[in-house]
Nanobody, 115 residues
Framework: QVQLVESGGGLVQPGESLRLSCAASRSIFSFNIMGWYRQAPGKERELVATITRGSSTNYGDSVKGRFTISRDNAKETVYLQMNSLKPEDTAVYYC?????????WGQGTQVTVSS
């Protein structure tokens, strides 16, 4: 059973930064792609960023230029550096991983951006 454990969420003010971490229970190199998604109250889950085994990245339009996804294969961890946070970034952020057979989700971590 694969486990993805997110951490790093919290309450910040607009313009501040946070870094989210997603620790996997097995080698992240075994996944074809990993990423972050988010879901705000009353809204559908949306793509934030993805990173492939080869470290190619993709970002949702609303976070381009502000968020950066990265991976550390030695630590089996994927990160999401979030800068210049806005109130509209408030959501539960979920880690996602896909191999050739299944899609896996973490339990989510709350990010709240408010003054």
């Amino acid at each position: 059973q694969v486990q993805l454990v997110e951490s790093g969420g919290g309450l910040v003010q607009p313009g501040e930064s946070l870094r989210l971490s997603c620790a996997a229970s097995r080698s992240i190199f075994s996944f074809n792609i990993m990423g972050w998604y988010r879901q705000a109250p009353g809204k559908e889950r949306e793509l934030v960023a993805t990173i492939t085994r080869g470290s190619s990245t993709n970002y949702g339009d609303s976070v381009k230029g502000r968020f950066t996804i990265s991976r550390d294969n030695a630590k089996e961890t994927v990160y999401l550096q979030m800068n210049s946070l806005k109130p509209e970034d408030t959501a539960v952020y979920y880690c996602n991983a896909m191999d050739s057979w299944r899609t896996y989700w973490g339990q989510g971590t709350q990010v709240t951006v408010s003054s």
